[in-house]
């Protein structure tokens, strides 16, 4: 089993950066692809972005590309995701997810982490 161990977030005004991290309790977290993911009240949950096991493959969803950037470090075995000219509309409850399947990454995962809130003023 692994644990996921968000930190970051906060209240921002808009423009501002944010970094999220999320840490694995497991050194074999490595062998995870690992996904970020928001939930604003009242809506859906969304994927935001994913990442592959060694870190050389990464995807994001349309909406935050050019601003957001996930990244990994597995000698930490932490994910990160940063996040840059926030927008009102990024406000949400983010969770980062672990999935033995890159492929699957992008629609959820095995193990959650227990959430952060971002929210951004404007």
């Known amino acids: 089993q692994v644990q996921l161990v968000q930190s970051g977030g906060g209240l921002v005004q808009a423009g501002a950066s944010l970094r999220l991290s999320c840490v694995a309790s497991r050194r074999s977290s490595s062998t995870y692809a690992m996904a970020w993911f928001r939930q604003a009240p009242g809506k859906e949950r969304e994927f935001v972005a994913r990442i592959s096991m060694s870190g050389e493959s990464t995807d994001l969803a349309e909406s935050v590309k050019g601003r957001f950037t996930i990244s990994r470090d597995n000698a930490k075995n932490t994910v990160y995701l940063q996040m840059n000219s926030l927008k009102p509309e990024d406000t949400a409850a983010y969770y980062c997810?672990?999935?033995?399947?890159?492929?699957?990454?992008?629609?959820?995962?095995?193990?959650w982490g227990q959430g952060t809130q971002v929210t951004v003023s404007s």
């Open positions: 997810a672990a999935s033995r399947w890159y492929g699957t990454a992008r629609t959820g995962g095995e193990y």
